[in-house]
């Protein structure tokens, strides 16, 4: 049986994190986000899912400010990309777990995420949690996870290459 490993991304690693964004959404808008946030220093934690030894799945997670009355340092996970021809196997789901679990053991305490709920509820997003934020994204897409003591409310601030301030 294939086995699918799962790794911290490195630059060998940039073309085919192009090539598997590009495939999933099928466009180049995603890749060249993933791009632009590691360019301007933005990302957070990148793994990538290998199986026999091709790149299949990408993850980023990158640094997001949530402004109240000071910054508090929280993640966006965005984006993540599975080779279409291994979608529905459980490569996103390790991606995402593994990605948490290395987050939180790192001290990160919230995550927030822009997707459809039915997917990302089951890592326990939920909208309630991101309710009291400020963003242009407001809305049941936006939600959010928290590990620890965070923030509800405040002005949500994406790394410069999401292009919303
Ligand atoms: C969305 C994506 C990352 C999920 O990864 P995956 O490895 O295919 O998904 P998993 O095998 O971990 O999970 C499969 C489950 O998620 C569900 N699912 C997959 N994509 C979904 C989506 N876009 N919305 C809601 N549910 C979705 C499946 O129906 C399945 O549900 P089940 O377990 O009840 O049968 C992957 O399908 C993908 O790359 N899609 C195209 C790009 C994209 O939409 N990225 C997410 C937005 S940033």
Do not use: C, K
């Not at 000071?70 to 080779?83: D, E, G, N, T, Y």
């Not at 927030?112 to 242009?136: K, N």
Request: without cysteine; proline residues 3%; aromatic residues 8%.
């Amino acid at each position: 049986m294939t086995e699918t490993g799962i790794r911290t991304a490195t630059d060998a690693d940039r073309a085919a994190i192009f090539s598997v964004e590009e495939a999933a959404f099928a466009r180049t808008d995603e890749a060249e986000l993933v791009d632009a946030i590691r360019r301007d220093g933005d990302a957070v934690l990148e793994l990538v899912a290998e199986r026999d030894r091709a790149l299949v799945g990408h993850v980023l997670f990158s640094r997001l400010g949530v402004d109240d009355t000071s910054r508090f340092a929280a993640v966006a996970l965005a984006p993540v990309a599975i080779a279409p021809a291994l979608q529905g196997r459980g490569i996103g789901t390790a991606l995402i777990q593994e990605g948490h679990r290395r987050l939180r053991a790192a001290g990160e305490r919230l995550s927030v995420v822009l997707g459809d709920p039915a997917y990302y509820g089951r890592f326990g997003y939920t909208h309630r949690r991101a309710a009291g934020f400020e963003s242009l994204f407001q809305g049941n897409a936006l939600q959010a996870l928290a590990w620890g003591a965070a923030p509800a409310t405040g002005r949500l601030v994406y790394p410069r290459a999401f292009g919303v301030g």
